[in-house]
């Protein structure tokens, strides 16, 4: 029998945590960039001879009637209220493999961005309640709240290994969980009264999720028909129907079902049969290679498999096809002096980075939480700028809370805050990198 030898470096323990993590990075970069495409193109678009035409190709109405039950809602409802369902249900995937598997299992590590998130969501939204006390659009205050992960991290993938990874999972953290904090207003705050019936039978869908995964139900399509009637029941509830996203996402177990020694086993005993054909038919060769195919895909956690699976889908399908819908505003000059636009852009551009540096230098200062040594102050503070990126998640906010005689300069308010935002932290990031003594502080943690 010929031994071949390994070519192949061992697998460390901390490989399951880094390498999921360093996938998401790279997914977000290249989806940041299509999503900047997307925007450019909608702008074009919504200002140009084909504004009218463009803006009511949204509002085109798509479904089902069956007698009294209409499920039809416009293009832009499907995008912004199904699609996006899958975006949440991945960005609570990886929360949830983060504070399970990852490095936010460690509650003083998970503490600095947790607290950076919470002051990113108060400071912004204080600032904008005081700026449009008494004006119109108060009830929009949850547009300053969250930070675009893809877009964010896209801005620091242009830095590529000069800036300290630590930020990167930083900045990633809170973005996960300033999205969750923002669907969770939404759920909240800007939805319907509630039908409880609708509301009954998606608790009794939930009940059946969980009932399904404690017998060993490992059906991805099974789950799949049962969260579509869940998301249904919830759309129908008044509760806004994303939050089911992020409810399956958080109860997606995170235990893998075959152990590394038993997929060993297993896979031995396919690779003990002699060469030949010999697999074909209902043969028990047959049978332990199907087994073998079963026990490789069930070797990687639930939650691993399906981020794996729809993460690409949601990167580089969903959230283009939702800024592509919401981001055609017809730019007004009228609407840059708005209330409402000011606001936003100041509540993104000074009350983002506020709120995440005084929030983690109080959490940090209190002994609640610790600062990573390679993620220097200077750093922390261009990232916090990163953090203003609001767009996806600003955008799904502002067309739930104003009327469409303030949605466009919300949307303009938006789109500036975060383009400035954006050109603040990255001449901010520059500046670090090209300063050795501030480049080296960033990797020794230095201030």
């Known amino acids: ?4 030898n390994n070519t192949n470096l061992p697998h460390e323990i901390a490989d399951r945590f880094t390498k999921p993590v360093a996938r998401f990075l790279k997914i977000e970069s290249a989806a940041g960039g299509l999503l900047l495409v997307a925007v450019l193109v909608a702008l074009l678009l919504a200002n ?3 504004a009218s035409t463009f803006l009511a190709f949204w509002e085109t109405p798509v479904g089902l009637n069956f007698g009294p039950l209409d499920f039809t809602r416009s293009l832009r409802h499907w995008i912004n209220d199904g699609l996006m369902t899958f975006f949440f249900f991945v960005i609570s ?5 983060e504070l399970v598997l990852g490095e936010l299992r460690k509650p003083r ?17 204080a600032i904008y309640l005081v700026l449009i006390a008494g004006q119109s659009g108060t009830h929009g205050w949850g547009t300053v709240m969250a930070t675009d992960t893809a877009l964010a991290i896209g ?23 300033d999205d969750v904090g923002a669907i969770l207003v939404v759920a909240v705050f800007y939805g319907e009264p509630l ?19 404690r017998l060993g139900v490992r059906s991805i399509p099974v789950y799949f028909l049962i969260g579509g009637a869940i998301w249904l029941c919830i759309d129908a509830s008044g509760i806004h129907a994303t939050i089911a996203g992020v409810v399956l996402g958080l109860m997606t177990p995170t235990q893998v079902w075959v152990s590394d020694t038993r997929l060993r086993a297993i896979l031995g005993r396919v690779l003990a049969y002699p060469g030949g054909e010999h697999w074909s038919g209902d043969t028990p060769d047959r049978r332990d290679l199907r087994e ?36 055609g505003v017809t730019i007004e000059l009228s609407d840059v002096s708005q209330k409402v636009s000011i606001a936003i852009v100041a509540g993104l551009v000074f009350g983002k980075p506020l709120g995440v540096l005084a929030f983690s230098w109080g959490a940090v200062r209190l002994g609640l939480a610790t600062r990573p040594p390679h993620l220097s102050w200077p750093f922390l503070t261009a990232g916090a700028f990163l953090a203003g990126i609001g767009f996806t998640m600003s955008l799904f ?26 050109v603040i932290g990255l001449l901010a990031l520059l500046w670090l990198v090209t300063r050795p003594d501030l480049r080296r502080s960033g990797t020794t943690g230095e201030v």
């Open 1 to 4: 029998m010929t031994v071949q």
């Open 48 to 50: 140009s001879n084909w």
């Open 93 to 97: 995937l990886e929360l949830k493999r």
């Open 109 to 125: 590590q998970a503490a600095l961005p947790l607290a950076a998130a919470l002051g990113g969501m108060v400071v912004p939204v």
């Open 155 to 177: 801005c620091l993938a242009l830095f590529g290994q000069r800036i300290p990874t630590v930020l990167r999972l930083f900045l990633l953290s809170l973005a996960i969980f």
């Open 195 to 213: 039908n409880w019936a609708a509301t009954g039978l998606a608790i009794l869908g939930l009940g059946l999720v969980a009932g399904f995964a």
């Open 292 to 327: 073998a195919g079963r026990a490789v895909s069930e070797s990687l956690s639930p939650v691993e498999r399906l981020e794996l699976t729809l993460h690409p889908w949601v990167g580089f399908v969903v959230m283009p096809l939702f800024a592509f819908a919401n981001a």
């Open 397 to 422: 906010i502002a067309n739930l809370a104003f009327d469409p005689d303030l949605l466009g300069a919300a949307k303009l308010g938006i789109l500036m805050g975060s383009a400035v935002s954006a």
